[in-house]
């Protein structure tokens, strides 16, 4: 087990990586308060996973910028209430590949770790339940967590829009007419308050980044 710490708590980053540097089932553990030295460090030491500090605001944001950078390393949220099922499913949905609860030890953290490595997770029961409803809304064209101002319809043109179909497309999809489509993203963009259809995209994703940062 090869890891990098990101957090912006110093103390909690340094006190975490030597925890885990004095295991010995772990090769090599290092924090940092910076994304780029993070991306570096990773290549130059062969690291396998990167836990990243959801406990402050610029948790979300490094999740998004590490899933690019680093897409074959196992990312995993440190800090997460695992009682709240929003803020995990948020947490997948962003690219965590696993969590680690608030009140994890640390051989928890090592187990936590090694498991998500593997391509397993641990989760508490209601967790999965919700995540799999959230899978199946979604599967069904109206992901969770859209606001309730809109529509089921509204909902579901602005999954679809979010995929990427044309309105042409949609109107095929959900078997209305092209005007009938036109209609519901004008009526979503103003409900939205949001000036183009393309910003459709970018307010649902700073939505989930907004409800991590603050769970």
């Known amino acids: 087990m090869r890891s990098l710490i990101y957090s912006e708590n110093r103390l909690f980053g340094q ?17 940092s308060t910076d994304l780029n030295e993070i ?22 944001q490094a999740v998004k910028v590490l899933s690019r950078a680093l897409p074959d390393i196992c990312l995993l949220a440190l800090s997460v209430d695992d009682r709240a099922p929003s803020v995990v499913i948020d947490c997948a949905r962003l690219g965590c590949h696993g969590i680690v609860p608030q009140d994890a030890r640390l051989e928890d953290v090592i187990k936590l770790v090694q498991a998500a490595e593997r391509g397993e ?4 029961p209601d967790v999965v339940a919700q995540l799999m409803q959230a899978l199946a809304a979604e599967r069904m064209g109206s992901p969770p967590g859209l606001p309730e101002c809109l529509t089921r319809r509204e909902k579901e043109v602005c999954a679809l829009v979010c995929e990427g179909l044309t309105n042409k497309e ?37 939505n989930v980044v907004r409800r991590v940062a603050r769970g």
């Open 15 to 31: 006190c975490l990586s030597h925890g885990l540097a004095a295991q010995p089932r772990i090769d090599f553990a290092q924090y």
């Open 39 to 60: 991306i570096t460090l990773s290549q130059r030491h062969h690291v396998t996973s990167v836990l990243i500090d959801m406990g402050n605001e610029s948790g979300a």
């Open 121 to 124: 997770v641990t989760m508490r």
């Open 170 to 206: 949609i109107a095929r999809e959900i078997n209305r007419s092209v005007g009938t489509v036109k209609n519901h993203v004008c009526s979503i963009l103003s409900k939205l308050e949001l000036p183009r259809r393309g910003a459709i995209h970018t307010y649902l994703h700073e």
